[in-house]
Antibody, heavy 121, light 107 residues
């Protein structure tokens, strides 16, 4: 059974850098085909895929946010970290950590519980 | 970027009735289409992938169909626990993109 849990600050100031950590169990990012990513959902709005990192260190980013995002993995700690620079109030959202497969992709499943991030001075 | 458009935005249905939700892609995504259910305050849950394959534990009243650019999620007989927002998502091309959602509410 795969579980994922997000951690990070709930409040950041505009222009600051957000760092979120996803700690997971039930999967290993050293296993061929495995991936972990981040999706966000602004209040009352749709879902947006931000970034996904795969076992072979292949990284996929949202084109509109690519310049602000960095996703990394620590296989030994079963963690994936997302950094987003130059935060803006429009980045206020719930951020979800998700599991993905490279081979036989089936969408994102499961999801972490999400962590709410508010951007305000 | 592939744009996913869902309709209607809101669907009012009585319990026991059928609900039909639509999702259209701006270009072909083959059958690389997933549906998610999100209840208020909860995490999205994967219902269907490959346009028509239910994930483990999803009741048979949920069915998906379509390929290419047009897809449908059908809930054959709505139960009280089915009132939620439903999102479609394509995984044929990067970036992965979602529709804006259809809210299924009680009529």
């Amino acid at each position: 059974q795969i579980t994922l849990k997000e951690s990070g600050p709930s409040l950041v100031k505009p222009t600051e850098t957000l760092t979120l950590t996803c700690t997971f169990s039930g999967l290993s990012l050293s296993t061929s085909g495995e991936g972990v990513g981040w999706i966000r959902q602004p209040p009352g709005k749709a879902l947006e895929c931000l970034a996904v990192i795969y076992w072979d260190d292949d990284k996929r980013y949202s084109p509109s946010l690519k310049n602000r995002l960095t996703i990394t993995k620590d296989t030994s700690k079963n963690q994936v970290v997302l950094r987003m620079t130059n935060m803006d109030p429009r980045d206020t959202a719930t951020y979800f950590c998700v599991h993905s497969l490279w081979f036989g992709e089936k969408g994102f499943d499961p999801w972490g519980q999400g962590t709410q991030v508010i951007v305000s001075s | 970027e592939i744009v996913m458009t869902q309709s209607p935005v809101t669907l009012s249905v009585s319990p026991g009735e059928r609900a039909t939700l639509s999702c259209k892609a701006s270009q072909s995504v083959s059958s690389d289409l997933a549906w998610y259910q999100q209840k208020p305050g909860q995490v999205p849950r994967l219902l269907i992938y490959g346009a028509s394959t239910r994930t483990t534990g999803i009741p048979a009243r949920f069915s998906g169909s379509g390929s290419g650019t047009e897809f449908t999620l059908t809930i054959s007989s709505l139960q009280s626990e089915d009132f939620a927002v439903y999102f479609c998502q394509q995984y044929n091309k990067w970036p992965r993109t979602f529709g804006q959602g259809t809210k299924v509410e009680i009529k």
